[in-house]
């Protein structure tokens, strides 16, 4: 069953401008990942943010982990064009799971 | 490194046939995840290994669908006899892993499955 639920399901910008997406999820967590997948392609891991983080880093993009919520946020800032594919949240509950992936938010950017 | 490696990347078959996908994860890595890709479903855990112990398989459908890892640098997973519905793209991961999947996973391309 899935653990996460990404929202919006798409999500179409102007090049330039910022994407928020968000990932909701059910059950207490040990990390949580956000994943991007070109059309026709593997995906690809973005970013990883641990139970006990609030917030992280990587170059253009900015994760959040609200726990009390059951939410996390991606923001990538200043899109670009090759940034259109669709983008994942997985969460790892710990223990014997393995990681547990949304449906995934298709954004598009318009040149 | 040349990163996870599935084979065949399309493979067309006709429904009772037998199915076989190939993965060989990074060098190293002591995790193997098998996913199943559709439209309706999304991304779902078939099965994974850890030090190539099946470790939790309850995503495997059912009795059609097997999964093996011989040795460290090869898993297959198979489908007999295989369906219209297992049509999706299978994917194989791997990562370094303490036994979940506590750290990233790297992906392969995909197997895109057609089965008439």
Same mark, same amino acid.
């Given at each position: 069953?899935q *653990?996460?639920?990404?929202?919006p399901q798409?999500?179409?910008? *102007? ?5 928020t997406?968000?990932?909701s999820?059910k059950t207490s967590?040990n990390n949580? *990942?956000?994943y991007? *997948?070109n059309?026709g392609?593997g995906?690809? =891991?973005?970013?990883?943010? &641990?139970?006990?983080e609030?917030?992280? =880093?990587?170059? &253009?993009? &900015?994760v959040?982990?609200?726990t ?7 923001l990538?800032?200043a899109?670009r064009a ?24 298709h ?5 | 490194?040349?990163?996870v490696? @599935?084979?065949? /990347?399309?493979?067309?078959t ?8 190939r993965?060989k994860p990074i ?9 199943? @890709?559709?439209m309706? /479903?999304?991304?779902? $855990?078939?099965?994974y ?9 309850s995503?495997?459908?059912?009795d /059609? ?8 640098s090869?898993?297959? $997973?198979?489908i007999?006899?295989?369906?219209? /519905?297992d049509?999706?793209?299978y994917?194989?991961a791997?990562?370094?892993s303490?036994?979940g999947?506590?750290?990233? $996973? ?6 895109? #499955?057609?089965? #008439?």
């Open positions: 069953s *653990q996460g639920e990404e929202d798409a999500l179409s910008i *102007q090049e330039g401008e910022n994407a997406m968000n990932c999820y967590i949580l *990942q956000w991007r *997948q059309s392609r995906l690809v =891991h973005l970013i990883l943010i &641990r139970s006990n609030r917030e992280k =880093h990587s170059g &253009r993009l &900015r959040t982990l609200d009390s919520k059951k939410s996390s946020s991606l990538i800032t899109s090759a940034d259109t594919a669709s983008y994942f949240c997985a969460t790892e509950r710990g223990g014997a799971d393995g990681l547990t992936f949304g449906k995934g938010t954004l598009i950017i318009q040149p | 490194d040349a990163g490696i @599935q084979s065949p /990347r399309h493979e067309v006709e429904m009772g046939q037998e199915v076989t996908l993965c060098s190293g890595h002591n995790s193997l995840f098998w996913y199943r @890709q559709t309706m /479903r999304g991304l779902e $855990l078939l099965i290994f850890n030090n190539n112990v099946p470790i939790d398989d995503g495997m459908p059912e /059609r669908f097997s999964a093996k890892m011989p040795n460290a090869f898993s297959t $997973l198979k007999q006899p295989s369906e219209p /519905r049509s999706a793209v994917f194989c791997s990562s370094v303490s036994g999947a506590d750290g990233e $996973l790297f992906f392969g391309e995909g197997s895109r #499955l057609t089965v #008439l």
